[in-house]
């Protein structure tokens, strides 16, 4: 019973593996996504049956495709593990939700969110939002630096272009909204105009506060995301190779995965001889 289990599992981790199977995965993800845009045009009645028919055999392929990847991992346990399968799971999940009733919202927005698994299913994909997630600590204390920044010069703006427009300038948080608005470069020549007109020197003021947001805080946002960025696509790198990290590093997560599903398929294969060896001996 064992020996089958194993060779089962060895099959349906050929299959999760197997580059048609993903093609097909990303083609029905694909299909999906049209189906989500298709809905919201006015359709008519044989249209929409065939789009709410279209749209079960998505949801009971994708039930599927999970099942599949989940019955592949030697480890069941080390499934959960990854937040792209827990990802997954959940976005499955939800579509089995029944679309009528007072459910119709939730049923609808979770399968507009089915559009996301094409971001679990492309490693590019992933290498990208793992290297945005990574750089968020970073971003944050940048961020941060910005609003103090952003409060001084607003707090600066109001007590000086109070009287001027106080639309734009009545108080310390409309004149952030100003200032984001200026640091967009969102019709900013105007508001420097206006206030020129009373105080000819301001012009300091909307030049050095543009030059802080957007150019060096700008280009320090995307400084640490292309540092990130490097070093995901360096240790991608690595783990498609089979190397270990910089110095001898131990492996990382994956390559423990792909070394223990090799294991598996080498027992399955040594299990299948011998479980025919001793056929043939008996006959």
């Not at 490693?123 to 961020?143: D, F, Q, T, V, W």
């Not at 707090?155 to 272009?161: T, V």
């Not at 790198?237 to 223990?260: C, N």
Request: hydrophobic share 55%.
């Amino acid at each position: 019973m064992s020996t089958l289990i194993i060779k089962a599992q060895w099959q349906l981790s050929r299959i999760d593996s197997s580059k048609i199977f993903q093609g097909i995965v990303i083609s029905v993800i694909l299909l999906s996504a049209l189906m989500i845009g298709a809905k919201t045009h006015n359709l008519s009645a044989n249209t929409v049956a065939m789009l709410i028919f279209l749209d079960m055999a998505v949801t009971v392929f994708f039930a599927v495709e999970i099942s599949i990847r989940f019955l592949a991992c030697p480890e069941k346990k080390h499934f959960f593990k990854s937040g792209w399968n827990i990802f997954d799971t959940f976005i499955v999940i939800g579509s089995l939700v029944p679309s009528g009733g007072s459910g119709v919202l939730l049923a609808r927005l979770l399968r507009v969110f089915r559009v996301l698994r094409l971001v679990s299913m492309v490693p590019e994909l992933r290498l990208l939002i793992n290297a945005l997630l990574k750089a968020i600590p970073r971003m944050g204390y940048i961020a941060l630096l910005m609003f103090v920044i952003f409060y001084i010069y607003a707090a600066i703006g109001s007590m000086f272009f109070h009287a001027i427009n106080e639309v734009l300038w009545g108080d310390v948080s409309i004149s952030m909204l100003t200032l984001f608005r200026v640091a967009t470069f969102e019709d900013w020549t105007d508001v420097m105009y206006e206030t020129m007109a009373v105080h000819p020197m301001s012009w300091i003021y909307y030049l050095t506060f543009i030059f802080l947001t957007a150019f060096i805080f700008f280009n320090m946002m995307v400084g640490t995301v292309l540092d990130v960025m490097s070093q995901e696509h360096e240790q991608y790198r690595a783990e498609q190779h089979g190397e270990t990290g910089d110095g001898g590093e131990p492996a990382s997560r994956a390559q423990i995965d792909k070394l223990e599903m090799e294991l598996a398929e080498i027992k399955a294969l040594i299990l299948a001889s011998n479980s025919l060896g001793k056929v043939k001996n008996s006959s």
